[in-house]
């Protein structure tokens, strides 16, 4: 008699232990199947005979949500909650839904509750993409394309030509050593001269004795006639 | 729905569980359904039923019943997809002896 009551006892024990291990179970897993889960495993355990088979049906129950848990999976179940019946949860969702919620009390995920943890998942994200990138312009710095290129040759600019204009002491002009009998004569020279692209230069070499007055008149006709490149030349003469 | 065909790890478990389908491939069945067929535990069989369904072999819907009047409650039935048919049949039709689970 004792031992038929003890057993009773028991039984009604696990019936009462086997929903409350499911609903634990069922607690750890993320939010959008929990409780769909519950109602299928209570479902389920209404199916078993009472007594250590419910009990065992309980604990493969405990190790389902952990399989499930720790599932790489990106599960794509359509849940159907006591609430809201029907509508799928998207494989984001329940990604998000376990790295919240995974093994933690289905209070804390579903109510709402704000969770203090920092969302590393951007910024791992946003080093990823700065170390490939980084990754990926390491060999373009350090490459180097070898071309044996032309070497420029500097452009020797051709020397300008020199019209040597000597002045003599006694007034006498000379053009390239030759005289010139008056000053049209030089000024049709320095005009032709003047037209030149490049203008030649004219040096201009006056005898230590020449009176200023002819050097004068000679340059006065060079500006005259636009002569842009004149200039003295043996002036070391003069420093006696 | 978006649910993408996945590619679904074959072990003996879960190869127990398609034949526990294809034996009608029409039927809805129950986990517990399930259990009695393929004689898996609730910790191997659950998990395996939620990939399946995730990688589309499966759809899964709440039976239609009214609880009071059955004086049950309702069951998460699952039912074959035609994909899920087509991969499990081809899955079986591998193995050169026939549909039965290998030894």
């Not at chain 1, 599960?75 to 790295?99: D, E, F, S």
């Not at chain 2, 069945?29 to 069989?45: F, I, Q, Y």
Request: charged share 20%.
């Amino acid at each position: 008699m004792n031992r038929l009551t003890t057993l009773a006892g028991l039984r009604s024990w696990v019936d009462v232990l086997a929903p409350r291990l499911i609903r634990c179970a069922a607690s750890w897993l993320p939010a959008g199947l929990c409780d769909r889960l519950e109602e299928e495993w209570l479902s389920d355990l209404c199916a078993r005979s009472a007594g250590s088979s419910r009990l065992q049906f309980a604990i493969g129950c405990c190790w389902a949500a952990m399989q499930i848990g720790g599932d790489d999976l990106a599960l794509n179940v359509a849940t159907c909650g006591r609430a809201t019946v029907g509508g799928p949860v998207t494989a984001h969702v329940y990604a998000r839904a376990r790295t919240s919620s995974t093994l933690r009390p289905k209070a804390a995920a579903s109510n709402g509750s704000v969770v203090c943890d920092i969302n590393t998942t951007p910024l791992i994200d946003v080093m990823l993409v700065l170390l490939v990138t980084l990754i990926m312009s390491l060999p373009l710095m350090t490459h180097a394309v070898k071309l044996d290129l032309p070497q420029a040759q500097p452009l020797s600019a051709p020397a300008p030509d020199a019209i040597s204009l000597d002045i003599e002491s006694d007034g006498t002009v000379l053009w390239d050593g030759t005289p010139v009998t008056n000053l049209e004569q030089l000024d049709g020279y320095l005009r032709a001269e003047a037209r030149k692209t490049p203008q030649p230069e004219i040096h201009l070499r006056p005898e230590p004795r020449t009176r200023y007055g002819v050097v004068a008149r000679v340059l006065a006709l060079a500006q005259h006639d636009r002569i842009q490149r004149i200039g003295f030349v043996g002036t070391g003469v003069y420093k006696d | 729905m978006g649910r993408a065909d996945r590619t679904v790890r074959m072990s003996l478990q879960t190869l127990r569980v398609l034949e526990a389908f294809l034996e009608n491939p029409g039927e809805e069945l129950s986990g517990a359904d399930v259990h009695k067929r393929s004689a898996l535990p609730s910790g191997t069989l659950y998990p395996i039923l939620l990939r399946l369904e995730s990688a589309g072999w499966f759809v899964s819907r709440w039976e239609s019943i009214n609880p009071v009047t059955a004086g049950r409650p309702r069951r998460r039935l699952y039912r074959l997809t035609p994909s899920g048919l087509a991969r499990a049949s081809e899955v079986f039709g591998s193995f050169t002896f026939g549909r039965g689970v290998p030894a």
